[in-house]
Structure formats: C-alpha cells, structure tokens
C-alpha cells in the first residue's frame, strides 16, 4: 500500500524546475521518483482537470483550480524522513502553483503559506465592479428546488455570494450560520417576488435577485425577473478567480436560462459599511432593475442570449458557442473598455434599447390596451 497525496493547483506547475536532479530527482515519461532502498516518492505529471473533476471541499478551498498532480510514497510505512520529504516537496509545489494539499487518508486540506483564497486589498476610497446580470421569464428557478439548485451553485463555485446575514429590510434579521443553508432556501421560496437585502462576503460586494412567476407588462413597463452579482474588480488579478467568474457565469446562466445576460465592469462605488455606496460618478447597469426595453447598446465584455432573441440575433449565435439553447460570447479576458459585440460588428438597431419607449423589434407579447 502507499500514502497518496492530491495537489490541485490553479497554475501549471513546471515540475523540472522544482523537482531537479541535483536534489536526487528522478524524471520518467509522465512522473519524477526519489527514493532509497526500500521506498520512493513518485509525483506524477499534471494533468488538466475540468470543473466537475473538482472535489467540492478543494473548490471551496480555492477558485480557478485547474491541474492535479497526483504524488505517491510507497509504502504506507516508509519511515519519518520519507513522510518528511513527502510534505516538504506537495507544500513547495502548491505554492509555486498556487494550490492546496489534499490527504485523502485524513480528508485534510492544506493550503501552503502565502496561498490564500482571496487577498482583501487595502480600503480604496473608490473602486470598479464586475458585475454578472441575467434577465429573465419563465425559469428553472421557479420550481420548488430552484432556490436550492441556486445556492448549491453559489456553495460550491462561489461561497462568498452566500449571505453572512439576510432578511426581508435592513438591518437583515438573520444570520446564515445561526439559521442554516434549509432556513435560508425556504427563505427564498418564500421571497420569491419580493426584493431581499443580502450581506455577501468579499470580494462579492451584493447579490440581487427577483424571480417572479408572474413577470410581464405592469403600469410602469414591461418587468422581467434578474439577478446580478457584483463582484470587485480586485479580485480578477488574483490567482484563479478569472476562471472561477467565468465558471459561475457559465453554470448560472445554464440554470437560470435567461433570455440575455451580460458581463460588465462597473466604476465609482465605495465601501459603506456592510454594503457598497453609489455616489454622482457611479456607473450604473444600462437596464434599471428588471425593467426590460430592449437590448442594450453595449453588452461589457461577455453576453449570453436565449430564445427569443436567439431567432433575432443570427450574428450573435453565429459567433457564440451555442450550448443547450443558449449562445455565449465572450472575450478571452475580462477587462479593457472594448465590448464584446464589436466582434459581431454591434447591436442590430431594432434590437436596442432606445432612450425612452422600447426596441423596434419587440421579442415578448405586446401591452394590453385599455
């Protein structure tokens, strides 16, 4: 038998410059081995790994992991030195990779010195959002496991979206850690329509979220339901969280199944207190809460359509990567000012949303008269 060690790290790790011969390494075709007369340690070669390979404990450890190298000392008794040696070289590898340390025998995460899942900047008296928006109709979420299958997304790929504290006004009544996860679901069930206050957990700055069974025309417009995330844009500099975001982007919208949705990065907010202040220089998502008109004029730097303007839109879905009856397009990094639809040469006049009244070509039923 052996003692087998997981390292799930977010960068690929160039193990000939960390694991050398002049050390008394060994390298094979798929592995390096050191050992002595009656044991070794073998690190095998990193290997890609997708999200769902993912063990739910390491994703929450860490964001954005993408290889495993699998490290393997033989045999389970090998004495002191050889353990010794074991820890020594996965903790030295996990830092220069920026990864965790998972002991399968003790279901022990470790996370090296200087790894970290976020690192809070210093307190800036301004700062940019990326901000995750879907719009909406008919749902997934408005079956009765909805609300469950929406925070077991966020518990898994982006925990610091769950609330510390929650209600239906503030100061928010409730904390998550004295209610629980089954509380906080019913919760939302029974919330549905109505607009929650929300504590999230850095670096996710507010979670808003509307999903009504009864959307449609109203006195004041045509509301569709929404959700967004904001996130600070700090954190798309730290290891892993550009790819974690773009997970989260990708399982949500597959949940949620909106009709569009965007990506886009947001400027002038400030911390205040548990929440974040808006001020005269804030800039603000092109679509007012879920007051639906059109499509806007810039769609930031990634965007998701379904139907029904996938059947509008052939552009769009011509040059997205279409999965399930959603098209997503996206720029390989989020960041910069340029926008995403300048790919597809812009927004189709009839489709945006005009200064006042609606788009030319309007997707949904129209207002009844009277």
């Given at each position: 038998m052996s003692y087998d060690v997981q390292l799930w790290v977010v960068e690929e790790p160039f193990l000939e410059t960390l694991l050398r011969p002049k050390d008394g390494w060994k390298q094979g075709t798929d592995s390096w081995v050191k050992g002595a007369r009656k044991w070794q340690l073998v690190v095998t070669k990193p290997a890609n790994v997708e999200p769902e390979d993912v063990p739910e404990v390491v994703a929450q450890a860490l964001p954005g992991i993408g290889y495993l190298v699998a490290v393997s000392l033989e045999?389970?008794?090998?004495?002191?030195?050889?353990?010794?040696?074991?820890?020594?070289?996965?903790?030295?590898?996990?830092?220069?990779?920026h990864g965790a340390v998972f002991d399968p025998q003790t279901d022990e995460i470790i996370l090296p010195s200087g790894v970290r899942r976020y690192q809070a900047p210093l307190r800036r008296e301004s700062f940019s959002l990326l901000e995750l928006s879907w719009f909406f109709t008919d749902s997934p979420l408005h079956?009765?496991?909805?609300?469950?299958?929406?925070?077991?997304?966020?518990?898994?790929?982006?925990?610091?979206?769950?609330?510390?504290?929650?209600?239906e006004y503030e100061p928010p009544q409730y904390r998550l850690e004295e209610t629980g996860i089954d509380r906080f679901v019913a919760f939302m069930n029974e919330h549905r329509a109505d607009t929650k206050v929300w504590y999230p957990n850095r670096p996710v700055a507010s979670v808003s979220?509307?999903?009504?069974?009864?959307?449609?025309?109203?006195?004041?417009?045509?509301r569709a339901n929404y959700i967004t995330l904001a996130i600070e844009e700090g954190a798309m500099a730290q290891p892993g969280?550009?790819?974690?975001?773009?997970?989260?982007?990708?399982?949500?919208?597959?949940?949620?199944r909106p009709f569009y949705g965007d990506v886009r990065t947001l400027g002038g907010y400030s911390r205040f207190g548990a929440t974040v202040g808006i001020g005269p220089d804030t800039e603000r998502h092109p679509v007012q809460a879920w007051w639906w008109r059109g499509i806007p004029r810039s769609i930031g730097h990634a965007s998701v359509i379904g139907h029904p303007y996938l059947e509008l839109w052939p552009a769009f879905t011509h040059a997205a990567t279409v999965e399930e009856g959603l098209a997503f397009l996206s720029k390989l990094a989020w960041e910069g000012s340029e926008d995403v639809s300048a790919a597809i040469g812009g927004i189709p006049e009839e489709l945006v949303q005009p200064e006042a009244g609606y788009s030319v070509s309007w997707p949904f039923e129209k207002p009844a008269e009277g």
């Open positions: 045999p389970l008794g090998a004495p002191e030195a050889a353990h010794r040696l074991l820890r020594q070289a996965t903790k030295a590898i996990a830092r220069a990779a079956d009765r496991n909805g609300p469950k299958r929406f925070v077991d997304v966020l518990a898994t790929l982006l925990p610091e979206a769950l609330p510390r504290r929650y209600g979220l509307v999903f009504d069974e009864h959307w449609g025309w109203e006195r004041r417009g045509f969280w550009g790819k974690q975001l773009q997970r989260v982007w990708h399982s949500l919208s597959m949940l949620i």
